[in-house]
């Protein structure tokens, strides 16, 4: 059973109030524009709207959690880099050298870097939260990936996480990872979540190539068939084919839904742990919103879980939170045209049913 805390957690998530959807899509009737002219844009600004119920939502402080964490599963030849790059990876963050950074930058996106369980030293951890649960997860083909005990910290850890950004003023999330073989971790918790074979759910992650996607296919297969028994909820999915930054993502979502904010769902690893989430509590769904869709095979079915269609399609596979930086200048265009466009009455325009009558 989960700690006090998530409990407490869990039963403060409620569905969002759908009479502010109604208010929100009636205020777009009344803006200056043909009715659905900004497509999509409007569908955002009224999910944001009615999360934050009220008709004039703001983006503020706009924040990107990147958790950090490594995999004992990487000792089956999963992985075509070592996994030391992991810690190297988040030094390079740190130092603001990776994608995320140069993205996040651009868009004036806060950026959190959170050692949720990396592995090995990070030589230089100025800027970084260090959280770590336990260097890395144990081998899931062996054993349980972790413990109950580590399960629940690493929850807390992503509770913890958004309710300090929230407390900050943020209202908008984002959530990124980074570890070295997290890919075979996320397509066993998409097997095991949906059901469909190993092969339906396994991509090339990093860029594994043939021998390596064997030797995940065959890890996949072994970790499901030993944990078998075991895979009764997504409490003990996690916990026996889990990942520490999965775990930690899993919190944020479940954080971020009791206190009413929006996440933005990067690609397959972050999916995967925002749909464990939605499985402990179906109302965190309306506080999610899909960024992208991975070239990850597994990452359609996760997007199911979560009733997801998401903003584009660009052929990304990164991870780090990329999406979700490139999604967040969408979402603020989106709230930006619904609270400062004329209504038809203000502008002294006339409607569409002005014209009819």
């Given at each position: 059973m989960p700690t006090a805390?998530?409990?407490?957690?869990?039963?403060?998530?409620?569905?969002?109030?759908?009479?502010?959807?109604a208010r929100a899509q009636e205020h777009q009737l009344r803006l200056t524009k043909p009715p659905g002219s900004l497509g999509r844009l409007e569908e955002i600004a009224n999910r944001i709207a009615t999360i934050q119920s009220t008709l004039t939502p703001t983006i503020h402080?706009?924040?990107?959690?990147?958790?950090?964490?490594?995999?004992?599963?990487?000792?089956?030849?999963?992985?075509?880099?070592?996994?030391?790059?992991?810690?190297?990876?988040?030094?390079?963050?740190?130092?603001g050298g990776a994608a995320i950074n140069a993205l996040a930058q651009e868009a004036g996106i806060e950026?959190?870097?959170?050692?949720?369980?990396?592995?090995?030293?990070?030589?230089?951890?100025?800027?970084?939260s260090y959280r770590a649960v336990a260097r890395g997860t144990q081998n899931f083909c062996v054993e349980a990936a972790m413990t109950r005990q580590q399960l629940d910290a690493a929850l807390l850890l992503?509770?913890?996480?958004?309710?300090r950004a929230v407390d900050s003023g943020c209202t908008l999330l984002g959530i990124g990872e980074m570890g070295i073989g997290?890919?075979?971790?996320?397509?066993?918790?998409?097997?095991?979540?949906?059901?469909?074979?190993?092969?339906a759910v396994i991509g090339r992650g990093a860029g594994a190539d043939d021998p390596c996607m064997a030797r995940k296919r065959s890890a996949i297969e072994r970790a499901l068939t030993l944990h078998k028994a075991h895979l009764t909820g997504p409490f003990e999915i996690l916990e026996r084919l889990g990942g520490f930054e999965i775990a930690?993502?899993?919190?944020?979502?479940?954080?971020?839904?009791?206190?009413?904010?929006?996440?933005?769902?990067?690609?397959?690893?972050?999916?995967?742990?925002?749909?464990?989430?939605?499985?402990?509590?179906?109302?965190?769904?309306?506080?999610?919103?899909?960024?992208?869709?991975?070239?990850?095979?597994?990452?359609?079915?996760?997007?199911?879980?979560?009733?997801?269609?998401?903003?584009?399609?660009?052929?990304?596979?990164?991870?780090?939170?990329?999406?979700?930086?490139?999604a967040i200048p969408i979402v603020r265009a989106a709230v930006a045209a619904f609270t400062r466009m004329a209504t038809f009455e203000s502008a002294g325009v006339s409607s569409a049913s002005e014209g009819s009558v």
């Open positions: 805390s998530l409990t407490e957690t869990v039963a403060c998530i409620r569905p969002v109030d759908r009479t502010w959807l402080r706009p924040r990107i959690v990147l958790f950090a964490a490594d995999h004992g599963v990487c000792a089956e030849g999963v992985n075509p880099y070592p996994q030391a790059v992991t810690a190297q990876m988040v030094s390079n963050f740190l130092r950026l959190e870097i959170v050692d949720a369980g990396v592995a090995h030293d990070i030589p230089d951890t100025a800027g970084l992503g509770i913890e996480t958004a309710e997290n890919t075979t971790t996320a397509s066993a918790l998409t097997a095991a979540l949906t059901g469909l074979e190993p092969n930690a993502i899993c919190g944020l979502c479940l954080g971020a839904a009791a206190r009413r904010c929006a996440v933005l769902v990067d690609g397959f690893i972050a999916t995967a742990a925002a749909a464990v989430a939605v499985r402990i509590s179906e109302p965190v769904r309306d506080y999610l919103i899909a960024a992208h869709r991975s070239t990850e095979p597994g990452h359609g079915p996760l997007l199911d879980i979560l009733d997801q269609r998401p903003l584009f399609d660009l052929q990304m596979r990164l991870g780090e939170g990329t999406g979700a930086a490139i």
